[in-house]
């Protein structure tokens, strides 16, 4: 392991169950990818994974409590805690007991750290209550910037909130979504599909949008977004939001952006494909 990083950490899975597993080491703010061999997930598992360590767990820009390890990777004397078809070597993960400050949902979507992160001071004020509409008028307008009317939006499901990401002069995201309520099916991906999601900002009154993405056409092509959580990884007081990317019936990956010059840019893709090796095929 990298000496003086922190360790990053996605908790997944049910509310009575959760699991975490580490995707990326955090120094001055940057993200690294992990290049490990078997040796050495094995360390990092007894490091982090050790029964009874605690994790300290975010959920949308705050310190949502800890997290207590039940269990690791590769208890002595037991056998491995999960293991995958056709795998040789898998990403260490570990069983989870939530300690959360917040209100928890069935199925969960925290971050955590070896190390605590500084977060923001919580702020209680209000929300806007234009999110429905601001939204729209955003996600129509990108929508309309690449061909898509309100007939190929119509049965789509539209979602739109603020985040308090840190951002502008309000500290206040828009996010407004466009997507197929059908989208995390992993089925055949047969027909067509779209999908829309848009961030903005209050900038001297004018909302102005900072992010896009727009995917329409065979439904197995299409790649839909989501956002899961956003987090301050460098302490400059603004979140890193982190989006969930996919197509039908393929691996999901996280994607991090950060807000560079007023545009949230992508600074980190991590997929969340869990087999380190698979078997090597035979040669004559």
């Not at 959920?59 to 207590?68: F, S």
């Not at 037991?78 to 917040?102: H, K, M, N």
């Not at 949902?105 to 001071?121: N, R």
């Not at 840019?265 to 078997?279: E, L, Q, S």
Request: with cysteine; charged share 20%.
């Amino acid at each position: 392991m990298p000496e003086g990083a922190t360790v990053l950490f996605q908790v997944f899975g049910s509310r009575d169950e959760p699991h975490a597993a580490p995707i990326a080491t955090l120094r001055n703010g940057r993200l690294q990818p992990f290049d490990l061999v078997a040796s050495q997930w094995t360390a990092l598992d007894s490091i982090y994974f050790a029964e009874r360590a605690r994790l300290p767990i975010y959920r949308n820009g705050a310190d949502a409590g800890t997290a207590e390890v039940v269990r690791g990777m590769w208890p002595a004397n037991q056998e491995a805690l999960y293991s995958l078809p056709g795998c040789t070597e898998v990403v260490p993960q570990a069983q989870l007991r939530l300690f959360a400050t917040i209100n928890v949902d069935q199925s969960v979507e925290f971050l955590a750290t070896s190390a605590p992160l500084v977060q923001k001071k919580p702020d209680n004020k209000p929300l806007p209550s234009d999110a429905e509409s601001k939204g729209r008028t955003i996600a129509n307008a990108v929508a309309a910037a690449r061909d898509l009317g309100n007939e190929e939006l119509g049965h789509l499901e539209f979602i739109s909130r603020y985040l308090r990401t840190g951002a502008g002069p309000t500290g206040l995201t828009l996010l407004a979504s466009y997507i197929d309520p059908d989208a995390g099916d992993a089925g055949p991906g047969a027909g067509h599909a779209s999908m829309v999601l848009a961030f903005a900002e209050d900038s001297a009154g004018t909302v102005k949008t900072s992010y896009q993405h727009v995917s329409s056409g065979e439904a197995r092509a299409v790649e839909f977004q989501r956002v899961v959580n956003h987090v301050d990884l460098d302490a400059d007081g603004v979140d890193e939001i982190f989006v969930e990317s996919w197509r039908y019936a393929s691996t999901r990956d996280l994607i991090v952006l950060k807000l560079t010059a007023g545009k949230w840019k992508p600074i980190f893709r991590h997929t969340t494909d869990w087999c380190v090796a698979a078997p090597k095929s035979g040669g004559n």
